[in-house]
């Protein structure tokens, strides 16, 4: 498989809140449990071949004692509610991932650092190994922009596990698109390919960075839109050029 | 009056990590999901129908609304060797709504109403659609008698036992292990208070609990476990950590 969407990330105030209104809205069902430091998040999956939607929010309040950027700016993207704050793309390989790090002109955040604290957990016992890039301390999601993944365990990618019941329920078929802020032409420079639109299944709304709303086709039901500010409407990405 | 340990509150900083923790360190699984508005609690059910709830607040911009000074956050906020992990509540349980309102009666208070069909949000909740509907007591609709210090257990009427969060199945991990039952439980204070409270001659004759002397409040559970040692379970409680109590004005109330 290509460069392809492998998460959305809808930051919220209240992910027990978020995810129950979003079941009710959809009928998409959602598991619990997954979590790291001081956030965690609920996983909302969302079909073959494996893509999820993972509302993610604090849950420690303790960690407001110590604000930095990156806290802040999820606080204040959640003020007014739930919004689109991450696309996050997909590989096959870390020599892939090697190559989009060098295409950012960065490094991969390793998936093997031995501190469990680094990765997010699950309440099964479960450590998830994950790569990404680009690294750094400020997140390309504040920009607007997405990241790249590779995940060397796909049998425990976190779209693949069991959701609880719920009144209603759909089963996803995937990702119909995906609408984005911005123009092709800035995501097709961000990432150094062409036509990132057809490729990745995304449509360009002109509004500010980040993402707009996701389709989900649904079994013997009517395609699911979910519909979301991006991040970047409550807090311009212009407050993080450098 | 049949009155008995229904289950008690583990207030964490983070619920996800203290529950991670406490699987470590008793074996014990836990499950996930439940809320109520801003409070989200896993639970770890330990045998005969009791449940630890590892309890805390998830909703950050929540927490800044809510009046300060906060009695359980400035508890949770001390340091201790448990990540802040305190002891907030010692819930017993009764069987009837008939025998709850007359604790209510005898305390001064009353019963929280079970509003559970109509209001759903005011309740915990699971995934899965479940609200619970349970009825505690006393609730002091006006300032709390002065009688009774922070930390005394409130009383809990659960109308549908299968359903009780301690019912419920954990989350498969490694090396867990099967919970047997409490076999004791170490309070602060004295016995006259807590039987006073309890309207029973002796408590220790009612429930299996032991005194410490220390500040009210829960401070040590003991549970049995199946092919293994008893294990106990000791965080502070949350008095302990609380330098001047009469800054916290707020009515404490069980949550209905």
């Given at each position: 498989m290509p460069l392809h969407i492998d998460h959305i990330s809808l930051a919220s105030p209240n992910i027990f809140r978020s995810a129950d209104a979003l079941c009710k809205e959809t009928g998409l069902g959602y598991w619990t449990g997954e979590w790291i430091r001081d956030t965690a998040v609920h996983i909302v999956p969302l079909g073959p071949p494996g893509n999820f939607i993972e509302i993610s929010g604090f849950?420690?309040?303790?960690?407001?004692?110590?604000?930095?950027e990156h806290k802040q700016w999820i606080m204040d993207i959640t003020a007014s509610g739930d919004h689109f704050n991450g696309l996050c793309l997909g590989v096959d390989s870390m020599e892939e991932l090697q190559q989009f790090a060098k295409h950012f002109n960065s490094t991969v955040n390793v998936p093997?650092?031995?501190?469990?604290?680094t990765h997010f957990q699950r309440a099964n016992g479960y450590i998830l190994p994950m790569a990404s890039t680009?690294?750094?301390?400020?997140?390309?999601w504040m920009k607007g922009l997405p990241n790249v993944y590779f995940y060397p365990d796909r049998t425990h990618h976190s779209s693949g596990q069991p959701v609880h019941p719920c009144e209603g329920m759909v089963r996803p078929t995937g990702i119909k698109w995906v609408e984005c802020g911005g123009t092709e032409e800035d995501l097709a420079k961000w990432l150094g390919i062409p036509n990132p639109g057809e490729l990745l299944k995304i449509k360009f709304?002109?509004?500010?960075?980040?993402?707009w709303a996701v389709c989900v086709g649904a079994e013997e039901h009517e395609d699911v839109v979910i519909r979301r500010p991006a991040a970047s409407e409550a807090v311009p990405v212009s407050k993080y050029a450098d | 009056m049949a009155i008995s340990i229904n289950h008690f509150s583990l207030g964490a900083r983070n619920i996800y990590e203290s529950a991670d923790r406490l699987n470590k360190e008793t074996g014990f699984g836990f499950w996930t999901g439940e809320w109520v508005q801003t409070t989200a609690c896993h639970m770890f059910p330990l045998g005969k129908d009791v449940f630890i709830e590892v309890e805390g607040t998830i909703d950050a911009h929540a927490y800044l609304a809510?009046?300060?000074?906060?009695y359980t956050y400035d508890a949770l906020d001390v340091d201790n060797e448990?990540?802040?992990?305190?002891?907030?509540g010692l819930m017993l349980g009764v069987e009837s709504l008939e025998e709850l309102e007359a604790v209510a009666k005898r305390l001064g208070g009353d019963v929280s109403p079970d509003d559970s069909k109509v209001n759903p949000y005011s309740h915990f909740r699971r995934p899965d659609g479940y609200t619970m509907g349970y009825q505690s007591a006393p609730?002091?609709?006006?300032?709390?008698?002065?009688k009774w210090p922070r930390g005394l257990p409130s009383f809990y009427y659960y109308p549908d036992v299968p359903g009780r969060s301690s019912n419920q199945p954990v989350i498969a991990r490694p090396h867990l292990v099967t919970a047997t039952g409490v076999k004791w439980i170490e309070f602060g204070g004295t016995e006259a208070l807590l039987s006073e409270w309890m309207g029973v001659p002796k408590a220790s004759d009612v429930i299996p609990v032991k005194f410490n002397?220390?500040?009210?409040?829960?401070w040590a559970v003991c549970v049995g476990r199946d092919g293994m040692d008893d294990v106990v379970i000791r965080r502070p409680t949350a008095a302990a950590s609380?330098?001047?109590?009469?800054?916290?004005?707020d009515v404490p109330r069980p949550r209905s």
């Open positions: 849950i420690d309040v303790h960690t407001l004692k110590t604000m930095d093997d650092n031995p501190d469990p604290a680009p690294s750094g301390k400020r997140s390309v709304n002109g509004k500010s960075p980040g993402v | 809510m009046p300060k000074p906060n448990y990540n802040g992990d305190h002891w907030t609730r002091f609709t006006g300032p709390r008698p002065e002397g220390k500040e009210v409040g829960l609380i330098k001047d109590p009469s800054i916290y004005k």
